[in-house]
């Protein structure tokens, strides 16, 4: 939102150029069962695009439901009306930790067409047990595991300590089997769910498609990553979106773990 004000000339000028100046037209949508947007938690155009896909999705009568990252699996908007305010959906999904501003135009969309919004993350009180689950690290081959330790390191700005890695990755895949087992519950005949969730668990190579795979008879999965090639995920479609500069969260980990530790 901006600061600066306007004169109404200058509102009617802005009116008049958006009219001249239509909007790019809503890419198509995939034919496949499942479409994943993988994207970056502080970038609102990641989430206003997923937002346009879904009403496309919905105006096609076709959108079984929409599954997110950003509650646990378990929650679910199912019992509320379609006209339900903004606090009963937080409510519904004990909401908590992200930013709901930016989340709000997509999961209210699903909430007005008449579709469950679903939980898909690993609940919390799984992860203890989940990062001391040692089975867990041969659910994925080695590659696989790699991978998910290298996006653990630069999630943690390498200053994970290198005892926990493990139980890190370990939550890593926690997380894509959950959401994974939550889209394939799901679906509906002539219906596609729509799984929303960070660009490294939609990845193809690591995250919930090949959970999806492993798990569920590999059904029609279409993964679109907000990005460029440099970014080293894999999907089918790399898509460009306006980037919102933010702060260095690494900058502000650092500031954190240099405080000592608050005297009970």
Not at 23 to 41: K, R, W
């Amino acid at each position: 939102m901006t600061s600066h004000r306007f004169g109404r000339a200058a509102v009617l000028a802005l009116l008049l150029s958006a009219c001249a100046t239509p909007m790019p037209p809503i890419p198509p949508l995939p034919d496949a069962q499942i479409i994943v947007f993988g994207e970056q938690h502080d970038q609102p155009d990641h989430q206003r695009q997923t937002e346009q896909a879904l009403r496309r999705l919905v105006a096609d009568g076709q959108l079984a439901a929409l599954v997110i990252e950003m509650a646990e699996q378990g929650r679910s908007t199912a019992g509320l009306p379609r006209d339900a305010d903004a606090a009963s959906v937080r409510g519904a999904l004990a909401w908590s930790g992200w930013e709901w501003p930016v989340y709000e135009g997509v999961v209210m969309a699903a909430v007005r067409a008449g579709a469950p919004v679903l939980g898909g993350n690993l609940p919390r009180s799984k992860m203890r047990e989940v990062m001391g689950d040692a089975a867990r690290d041969g659910l994925v081959d080695a590659a696989v595991r790699e991978r998910l330790a290298v996006a653990v390191r630069d999630g943690h700005c390498g200053m994970l300590p290198a005892t926990q890695e493990p139980g890190m990755v370990r939550i890593q895949i926690g997380r894509d089997q959950a959401m994974a087992d939550t889209v394939a519950a799901a679906l509906k005949p002539g219906q596609r769910v729509l799984l929303l969730t960070g660009a490294q668990h939609a990845s193809r190579d690591r995250g919930v498609p090949l959970h999806l795979a492993l798990r569920h008879g590999a059904p029609s999965v279409h993964v679109v990553i907000f990005g460029d090639p440099s970014i080293g995920l894999a999907a089918d479609e790399l898509r460009s979106a306006k980037f919102t500069p933010r702060p260095d969260p690494c900058e502000g980990l650092r500031e954190r773990l240099a405080k000592p530790p608050v005297k009970s």
